[in-house]
């Protein structure tokens, strides 16, 4: 099995800034990508940001300029740097890896169980 455990939400007022980290464990041969999504009350979960083995990064037009995904591949974890907090940021927010649990088996999606960012006006 593989596990994902979020940490770092919070509450802060506008304009400042949060890091959510997320730890991947288990049995892990490699991870293909991370990302991060989240859920607003009452709306569907969306991509935030997503970033590959290689470093490959993906965002959200919404979080653009604001937001930074980085990895470290030899600890298994994946960062969310947020600044500039806007009170529609508000959300859960679930870590997501595309893992190879072994070099013989297929691919797995795994989803943290979320962690609450809450910014304020």
């Known amino acids: 099995q593989v596990h994902l455990v979020e940490s770092g939400g919070g509450l802060v007022q506008a304009g400042g800034s949060l890091r959510l980290s997320c730890a991947a464990s288990g049995s892990i041969f490699s991870i293909k990508a991370m990302g991060w999504y989240r859920q607003a009350p009452g709306k569907q979960r969306e991509l935030v940001a997503t970033i590959t083995s290689g470093g490959s990064t993906n965002y959200a037009d919404s979080v653009k300029g604001r937001f930074t995904t980085t990895r470290d591949n030899a600890k298994n974890t994946v960062y969310l740097q947020m600044n500039s907090l806007k009170p529609e940021d508000t959300a859960v927010y679930y870590c997501?890896?595309?893992?190879?649990?072994?070099?013989?088996?297929?691919?797995?999606?795994?989803w943290g169980r979320g962690t609450l960012v809450t910014v304020s006006s």
């Open positions: 997501n890896a595309v893992v190879l649990p072994s070099m013989s088996s297929g691919v797995l999606e795994v």
